[in-house]
Structure formats: structure tokens, C-alpha cells
């Protein structure tokens, strides 16, 4: 499988702490994370936020980007954030190979 990381940012009105409409759809939509994860063929390995700083990354592994992209959707994230995913790869791994060089 692919690895993926995901970018996602948003202003203050939007945050589920200041916006009563996020927390609701946010709330609905994270009880179906582990449905939703398996439905799209994507394991989260690490999902974490700077506090206070409305971004949120997600480390995804997922046979494709289109895979991450229909997670994303389906658990609300697109209805208040500006999502970037790229296509990244392990950095353990490059010092491995670099060693191999």
C-alpha cells in the first residue's frame, strides 16, 4: 500500500470550538471513522494537530490518493477544510537505502 499524508487547514470560524454547525456534522461523522476507514481500504497511522492552530495531519496508508480523498469526504473533513494530500514515503526506509548507496 501507498502512504499518504494529509494536509488539512481551516480559519476559526469554522473550528468545531467555535462553530456549533462543525461540532455537529464533526461529532456525526467521527463515529463512522472506523467504518468508513475500512470501507475506503485506508489505515490511519497518526492523525495530529498543533493546538490552536486550526491544521490537522493525517498519515494514511491507502492503495491510491483517490482512496484518502473519498475517506476525507465522507468523514466531513472537506465541508470546513482546505485539504492538501500528497503521495509521501517513509524517511526510515530512504536512510536504509541511503546506507545500501
Request: glycine share 0%.
Amino acid at each position: 500500500m501507498a502512504m499518504f499524508m494529509a494536509h488539512l487547514t481551516h480559519p476559526v470560524e469554522a473550528c468545531y470550538l467555535v462553530s456549533e454547525e462543525t461540532k455537529k456534522k464533526l461529532k456525526e461523522h467521527s463515529s463512522k471513522r472506523e467504518e468508513l476507514a475500512k470501507k475506503h481500504e485506508i489505515k490511519i497511522i497518526s492523525a495530529v494537530y498543533p493546538p490552536l492552530e486550526h491544521e490537522i495531519f493525517y498519515i494514511i496508508e491507502a492503495p491510491s490518493f483517490r482512496n484518502v480523498e473519498l475517506y476525507l469526504r465522507e468523514m466531513g473533513f472537506a465541508l470546513y477544510n482546505k485539504i492538501k494530500i500528497r503521495h509521501v514515503q517513509s524517511m526510515e526506509k530512504a536512510l536504509d537505502r541511503l546506507q545500501e548507496l
